[in-house]
Nanobody, 121 residues
Framework: QVQLVVFGGGLVQGGGSLRLSCAAS????????MTWYRQAPGKQRELFAG???????NYADSVKGRFTISKDNAKKTGYLQMNNLKPEDTAVYYC???????????????WGQGTQVTVSS
């Protein structure tokens, strides 16, 4: 099964920005829908952003206006641009996507390994 690899986490001051990338571990035909989740210590994993195969985006109220989800079909990579970060955004961030791996076959669902984002006050 194709894995997703997440890049771009780290430590940032409140008000700062980070961009996460989510790419397949090997060559694929393309990405259909992609979603981003995060899990803060002691809390359940939260779905907060998604993009459909056609590019329609949706956001949780907690990130709306600050985060932008996108995908580059040529690079087979998804992105999460996070601006005006707040300490409450501190969490491990995961991507999930439906990947077109083989022609004429159903897309495969895959998770990224998670990356830590820490926002200091």
């Amino acid at each position: 099964q194709v894995q997703l690899v997440v890049f771009g986490g780290g430590l940032v001051q409140g008000g700062g920005s980070l961009r996460l990338s989510c790419a397949a571990s090997r060559t694929i035909l393309g990405i259909n829908a992609m979603t981003w989740y995060r899990q803060a210590p002691g809390k359940q994993r939260e779905l907060f952003a998604g993009i459909t195969a056609s590019g329609t985006t949706n956001y949780a109220d907690s990130v709306k206006g600050r985060f932008t989800i996108s995908k580059d079909n040529a690079k087979k990579t998804g992105y999460l641009q996070m601006n005006n970060l707040k300490p409450e955004d501190t969490a491990v961030y995961y991507c999930n996507a439906d990947l077109r791996v083989f022609a004429f076959r159903k897309a495969e669902n895959s998770w990224g390994q998670g990356t830590q984002v820490t926002v200091s006050s």
